[in-house]
Nanobody, 124 residues
């Protein structure tokens, strides 16, 4: 059972930066696809970025390319999302996610584990 705990959310003005962290524990398989998703009120969760735990290959949603960077410290089992040049439309609850296996190069895959989420609010 993988446990995921997010931190780093908060409120900043447009143009600012935030860094989200996700502390993971309980890995039992060799390959995991780690990712960040976000959810607007009343909407379905959407993919933001993924990273292969073993290869570091990444994938981003078009809306965040060039502004967000996903990374990981595998020794510390921690996932990061560096968010720069934030916009009001980035306001959402951000979730850390883990799926057994390699990332498919899209967001169309089943997530096996979710964190509880952290709220990011961007004011204009």
């Amino acid at each position: 059972q993988v446990q995921l705990v997010e931190s780093g959310g908060g409120s900043v003005q447009a143009g600012g930066s935030l860094r989200l962290s996700c502390a993971a524990s309980g890995y039992t398989y060799r390959d995991y696809c780690m990712g960040w998703f976000r959810q607007y009120p009343g909407k379905e969760r959407e993919g933001v970025a993924t990273i292969n735990r073993n290869t570091d290959s990444t994938y981003y949603a078009d809306s965040v390319k060039g502004r967000f960077t996903i990374s990981q410290d595998t020794a510390k089992n921690t996932l990061f999302l560096q968010m720069n040049n934030l916009k009001p439309e980035d306001t959402a609850t951000y979730y850390c996610a883990a799926a057994i296996g390699n990332c498919p190069g899209s967001f169309s895959y089943g997530v096996d584990y979710w964190g509880k989420g952290t709220l990011v609010t961007i004011s204009s």
